[in-house]
């Protein structure tokens, strides 16, 4: 086994340092052979047990949350997306998948989401190829919602891609609101709890 190997692959999930990543590698030659059987065959099976949305890419589990339509065909879109009494009128904007399911805990919005995938990278001189824009224009020039609302994090690369979403939906005419104060600067709705989630929607401007 090549440990350095194993550690560059954990240097790859998010916010996983090499300090973190080494700990992880540790940890696991430290824990009994059923345990890590059991993590490989989870990992192993999340491509086979896990779909993505059609409509707002969110990746959802097959089993539980593919939803049936009465000719007993399945739909590849999430319960949010293919359910009934959402305020089809209002699209919420996410970075990732983990922002979506925070917001969704909190109950306090009851439209439906767009997943971007990741957000305007500054450092590689405002690179946008891994961010779904034209995706978000097609959908939002089909479905013609009353209101776009960015919910990117409150960090610098996070405000740079607000504006070049609303560069992108300009044409279309739609309202396009954003966050308000509820969300501290630096801050992502990933560790963001519910009470401050809900002032950042009430204060949407």
Do not use: W
């Not at 879109?77 to 904007?93: N, P, Q």
């Not at 607000?162 to 992108?168: A, C, P, S």
């Amino acid at each position: 086994m090549n440990l350095e190997k194993l550690i560059e692959m954990f240097l790859k999930f998010p916010g996983v340092g090499p300090r973190q990543a080494r700990r992880f590698v540790y940890f696991l030659a430290g824990e009994n052979k059923g345990f890590v059987d059991s993590l490989s065959k989870l990992i192993a099976e999340i491509k086979s047990g896990m779909r993505q949305c059609e409509s707002c890419f969110h990746y959802f589990e097959q089993g539980n949350l593919e939803v049936s339509l009465p000719s007993g065909s399945k739909t590849s879109k999430c319960k949010i997306c293919a359910g009934i009494g959402r305020d089809v009128s209002l699209l919420m904007v996410v970075e990732k998948d983990v922002d979506l399911e925070n917001i969704e805990r909190t109950r306090v919005f009851n439209g439906r989401y767009f997943v971007l995938g990741g957000v305007v990278e500054l450092n590689g001189g405002g690179k946008t190829e891994n961010v779904r824009l034209k995706e978000l224009f097609e959908k939002v020039k089909k479905e013609k919602p009353r209101e776009v609302i960015l919910a990117t994090g409150a960090t610098t690369e996070g405000e740079s891609t607000n504006l070049y979403i609303k560069r992108l939906l300009e044409p279309l005419g739609v309202k396009i609101t954003k966050l308000g104060r509820g969300l501290s600067t630096g801050a992502e709705l990933e560790y963001s709890d519910s009470d401050t989630i809900e002032n950042a929607l009430e204060n949407r401007k």
